[in-house]
């Protein structure tokens, strides 16, 4: 007994110096790392003179957050794992029911977001709820959306695209120029610019048969750049860098009308008062329907044969063509669906804000949604949509962090670390979490049991 409990106490003893030790190199790290990030600032005095002012005070906390975390990590989290870990090794199968929340997730997901526009304006009132109605619900649904059009090629295929930001731009500039220059009403041209995405989605999708891997990326982040660039040089149409504005509002299947000159305005025919608030409320549960359709549309596609080659090209190519499955068509197919659910996006985005831009649809557009996609599991549309709300929200949510200027004095703004800690947390989340919060690779077709296999059968010629 005596010399068990030796032998946890020096455990114990070599788990703390190690985690001593690592806490001490990770903020030794950080001070280097953030030395002229955060410790030098550059201003300039009443002679407008530029001097480097000194904030030692924050780039302590800096460091301080380093190596604390890090001693966390390293003394209880990696433990606690490991101990959970070999507790269910050790443990025999038990069949558990799973519970109510679990069972029925989907369905009280379905029912909150549902009241949720209900619940902002009882909450904060009309105008009260507009920030949290369009910032908080729809904007997060536009990313939900997108991610899920981007899962199909990246998630299901494993055809990594940097570029899918080009068919979102291709639905915005589909619906603006339609609905401008031809008067189309929205729910005629949402389809149409679907369509025209999809067939961009085509084209892409022939010159990058042949290629992988990083070569595949390269040519999908410069098909986003030529995309962008031409929507900024062809200003006849596209109007440039000005845009295109005064695009026009969309009704309710045209009998109901958002407009405020209208004869047919929504809060006159119900006799309520003028509220910008009601045209929100509608674009909320509308991207709500575009994004359950998407979900839909995604599942089903799933378990069919095409969604079944999918995964066989995401696992191996050439396995894949072995099996007499063609390739050249099951690219193709998943290319266009994802930028089909794009385009859709991009139309319902350029409803939202009623004026787009090429500044809308650079780079970071879809570097921000190939990271919602990796960082909530490839292939788990609920891991996903777990992902753009924290990424989405927790942007939103730094945007108002004004209560810490009072911590840091006046001159600290939110907004220039917001990134700072928004790629602070992304990193720790793929420390933890490598797979994505709901991680997933299992395919949808598999043998229901396992079943021994004779020795006879795995000779040469034989299997």
């Not at 304006?121 to 981007?150: P, T």
């Not at 915005?172 to 031809?182: G, I, N, P, Q, R």
């Not at 696992?315 to 669906?337: H, M, P, Q, W, Y």
């Not at 650079?362 to 777990?386: D, K, N, P, Q, W």
């Amino acid at each position: 007994m005596a010399n068990m409990t030796n032998k946890l106490e020096n455990a114990g003893g070599d788990l703390t110096a190690r985690a001593l030790r690592e806490a001490f190199f990770a903020g030794l790290i950080s001070l280097g790392l953030f030395f002229l990030f955060v410790g030098l600032k550059s201003d300039q005095n009443i002679l407008n003179e530029l001097i480097l002012v000194q904030r030692w005070g924050l780039l302590a906390i800096f460091v301080i957050i380093a190596a604390v975390g890090r001693f966390a990590v390293v003394a209880y989290l990696q433990p606690w794992n490991a101990s959970r870990k070999a507790s269910k090794d050790a443990a025999a199968p038990v069949e558990t029911r799973e519970g109510f929340i679990k069972r029925n997730f989907t369905a009280i997901a379905g029912v909150l977001l549902v009241l949720y526009p209900i619940l902002a304006v009882v909450l904060f009132g009309a105008q009260g709820s507009l920030k949290w109605v369009d910032n908080f619900g729809i904007q997060i649904l536009i990313y939900v959306m997108l991610a899920w059009g981007l899962n199909i090629v990246v998630g299901l295929a494993g055809l990594l695209d940097l570029g899918y930001v080009a068919f979102y731009a291709v639905g915005a500039y589909s619906y603006a120029l339609l609905s401008s220059y031809l008067g189309l009403s929205f729910w005629l041209l949402l389809p149409i610019s679907g369509l025209l995405a999809a067939c961009w989605g085509v084209v892409l999708g022939f010159p990058v048969l042949r290629l992988r891997g990083d070569y595949l990326a390269i040519v999908t982040l410069a098909f986003g750049e030529i995309i962008r660039l031409v929507l900024i040089n062809w200003t006849e149409v596209t109007k440039g860098t000005f845009g295109v504005s005064g695009i026009a509002k969309a009704s309710i299947f045209g009998i109901l009308s958002f407009d405020v000159s209208a004869p047919n305005n929504f809060a006159k025919y119900f006799g309520l008062p003028m509220s910008s608030a009601y045209y929100k409320i509608f674009l909320f549960y509308l991207i709500l329907a575009l994004a359950a359709l998407t979900a839909y549309v995604t599942i089903r596609l799933r378990r069919m044969p095409i969604g079944r080659a999918w995964e066989a090209l995401r696992e191996d190519e050439i396995a894949c063509r072995s099996l007499g499955i063609n390739t050249v068509t099951t690219k193709l197919t998943a290319f266009a669906t994802g930028a089909m659910f794009g385009g859709f996006a991009g139309s319902f985005f350029a409803v939202r804000q009623g004026f787009v831009s090429p500044e809308s649809f650079v780079f970071l557009e879809s570097a921000v949604i190939l990271a919602i996609v990796v960082l909530g599991g490839m292939g788990s549309l609920t891991g996903i949509a777990i992902a753009a709300v924290v990424m989405i929200g927790g942007t939103e949510i730094l945007r108002e962090l004004s209560f810490l200027k009072a911590i840091f004095g006046p001159d600290f703004t939110p907004e220039l670390y917001r990134m700072l800690i928004f790629g602070l947390a992304m990193v720790v989340v793929m420390v933890w979490k490598p797979r994505g919060f709901v991680g997933s690779r299992e395919p949808t077709a598999f043998l229901n049991e396992r079943k021994s296999v004779s020795g006879s059968f795995t000779k040469e010629g034989h299997g």
